[in-house]
């Protein structure tokens, strides 16, 4: 006989009344329809310094020189006591035309003792970290006759403590790439507090681009990815990836889209491109580099391609003037999946991937119930039909979702999947959770809940006025959040896939709040909602069974069973001031262990977790006695609780 393990989350509205001895009957019997095998995933775009200063790990901010077009930001002239030297922007000593501007330095005063150059700050600092090895590499060029050698370091901000330093000979009167590697020592103090600088010993005139560094890199990758936060995406145990992203893939205009192809092949020929929330992309996070970040996290992708509509309203019309569009989104899926035989297959092995990629899922624009035009149904269907006759086996997700709910069909088209966007209050979603999937018919096309997050001020998420609290939420987000991936997940024959937005923030600058993990140039942390996120993911079935939850009660919740282990998933949450009492009464179960594992996530409403204390708000684990057929649960106050019965 099969053992059984029951996990049992569960979901109360903060302000409702619930009955001592609340009841909650789950019924083995019979399944009540499939769970989604990809529910859980993410979502990612360049929003609040999630790639550049984020997760993409490069450490030296406006590398390429190209952030301002007056001025050389983020960059200063270093001098001392027997030095001189000034820096400006040179578009006449171009590198290529991607990147068409250097940094011009000259030196009037220099020596061994007294070196002169210049200093990069970073994204809010360079992080320092003992015993770590950091490669950095660079573009240089020096005036007909100059040859001084270039010295590299990290060091302190008052220049006052070197971390760590490496040289290389001297230049040439041609651009020529350099790299070396800069190690610290046993006794390197932790700190953000540091800058990367490039000296020189002698008068002259020295030209620099791309200047980069990077720190120990996820599976040690060129042009990689923070471990931190890999490993902290990694335990949530995503099935997918939605990218590149929401407004960052349709860009504010046409010309400043994400443009995939300008995005492939050495850095030095990414010219990067404005982003929509108020900075510089460098295209560091090319389309090769997010194919990765999904196969390392064994992440299927779900591929976002632009359908011709721009944030500012500029639109692409159907008909011959899109064919161009298609052709390139025909081109990006051959790049993703395509055979080295193809065009883009071979261009995808020459980049250093000659394997395809697995897609199954393609997304057409973003949000394009934005488009007041009223031209995605004509766009929607000329790309529908290209792809459907192309890849017949691709599924396209529309992006129209519930803003249009009862649009099933899309000039005649089914769309496979329909895209929901869902940024709610904790107690708009406490409220709506547990009958507003209920209500959609099973007929229509599946439904991708592409984002969603609970927000616990009185302003919402893009409201500037919410960015009072701080960057990530607190216990009374993750409640509301827990009570929609309840619902969500009790509805997963529907609900094919669902994604927390956004994924990321550097707590320094932030355009949107809140977001699930929050981090520095040294150190990261995850939310309450991280945590009930990953509570969830970690635990659930392959199939739906019936939950009853005595009437009156504000009791929400969802169970599951994995029937190849015979595993039985029960997911609860209490966003009541007080503990509470729930029996459970199991029916069809042949025999329960009389222990169980418990794992809960409770804490005041307005209690979070930050970088000074990022584990104030994470999960406890323990065990009860005495379970049978029916027993007694208590739930602690304001809490999210994972319990296990075998």
């Excluded at 301002?68 to 290529?96: R, Y």
């Excluded at 240089?140 to 006052?160: F, H, M, Q, Y």
């Excluded at 990077?214 to 997918?240: C, E, H, V, Y």
């Excluded at 229509?444 to 960057?471: C, H, L, N, Q």
């Amino acid at each position: 006989m099969k053992k059984s393990i029951l996990t049992l989350f569960l979901v109360l509205p903060l302000m409702s009344s619930l009955a001592a001895d609340a009841t909650l009957t789950i019924d083995a019997t019979r399944p009540v329809a499939k769970v989604s095998p990809i529910l859980y995933g993410l979502m990612t775009e360049e929003i609040n310094y999630c790639y550049d200063g984020g997760l993409y790990a490069e450490l030296v901010r406006n590398r390429a020189f190209l952030d301002d077009a007056a001025t050389p930001v983020h960059w200063s002239a270093v001098q001392g006591s027997g030095s001189a030297v000034t820096i400006a922007l040179d578009p006449g000593q171009p590198l290529n035309e991607a990147i068409p501007t250097s940094l011009r330095i000259d030196v009037s005063q220099a020596s061994p003792a007294a070196p002169a150059g210049v200093a990069n700050s970073g994204y809010w600092g360079i992080p320092v970290k003992p015993v770590t090895t950091y490669r950095a590499s660079f573009y240089a060029k020096a005036e007909k006759g100059g040859a001084s050698p270039v010295s590299l370091a990290i060091e302190s901000e008052d220049g006052a403590t070197i971390f760590a330093k490496a040289a290389v000979p001297g230049l040439t009167g041609d651009w020529r790439f350099y790299e070396v590697t800069l190690t610290t020592g046993k006794d390197a103090t932790l700190t953000t507090k540091a800058r990367l600088t490039l000296k020189m010993e002698h008068p002259g005139t020295v030209w620099l681009s791309l200047v980069s560094l990077f720190p120990p890199t996820w599976k040690d990758r060129a042009n990689g990815l923070r471990p931190d936060l890999m490993q902290m995406l990694i335990d949530l145990k995503p099935s997918f990836l939605r990218f590149p992203g929401g407004n960052y893939l349709e860009g504010d205009t046409i010309a400043t889209r994400f443009d995939w192809k300008k995005t492939l092949g050495p850095l030095s020929g990414r010219t990067g491109h404005p982003g929509p929330w108020h900075y510089r992309s460098t295209d560091g996070m090319g389309l090769l580099e997010f194919l990765l970040w999904c196969e390392d996290m064994n992440a299927e992708p779900v591929l976002g391609i632009y359908a011709g509509y721009s944030l500012k309203g500029e639109f692409v019309k159907p008909g011959p003037d899109l064919e161009p569009y298609v052709q390139d989104a025909f081109d990006e899926i051959e790049y993703v999946a395509g055979p080295v035989t193809s065009k883009w297959g071979a261009q995808r092995a020459k980049d250093g991937h000659p394997g395809p990629f697995k897609l199954r899922y393609v997304e057409i624009g973003n949000e394009d119930f934005l488009d007041h035009k009223g031209t995605y149904e004509g766009r929607f269907a000329q790309f529908f039909d290209a792809i459907k006759t192309k890849y017949p086996g691709l599924k396209c997700i529309s992006t129209v979702g519930n803003e249009q709910p009862d649009k099933k069909r899309i000039h005649g088209r089914k769309p496979d999947v329909l895209d929901e966007h869902y940024y709610r209050s904790v107690n708009e979603f406490l409220k709506d959770s547990p009958a507003h999937f209920e209500k959609y018919d099973r007929s229509g096309p599946k439904i991708f809940v592409g984002e969603w997050a609970a927000y616990e001020t009185a302003f919402v998420p893009w409201d500037k006025r919410s960015k009072g609290g701080p960057p990530t939420p607190d216990m009374k987000a993750a409640l509301g959040d827990a009570a929609w991936m309840a619902a969500m997940e009790r509805n997963s024959d529907l609900i094919t896939m669902q994604c927390y937005a956004p994924l990321f923030v550097n707590v320094n600058e932030y355009q949107w709040r809140p977001n699930l993990i929050g981090y520095d140039a040294l150190n990261s942390y995850g939310s309450p909602s991280y945590y009930a996120i990953r509570m969830f993911s970690n635990n659930v079935g392959d199939s739906i069974l019936k939950s009853t939850f005595s009437e009156g009660t504000a009791i929400q919740g969802t169970v599951t069973r994995d029937s190849k282990t015979g595993v039985i998933y029960v997911k609860l949450v209490n966003p009541e001031p007080a503990a509470r009492e729930l029996a459970i009464n199991l029916n069809g179960f042949h025999s329960v262990a009389s222990a169980a594992e418990v794992e809960t996530l409770s804490a005041d409403l307005t209690a979070t977790n930050s970088l000074a204390d990022p584990a104030k708000v994470t999960p406890v684990k323990s065990t009860i006695q005495g379970v049978g057929a029916s027993f007694p649960l208590t739930l602690q106050p304001y809490s999210i609780t994972v319990l296990k019965l075998k």
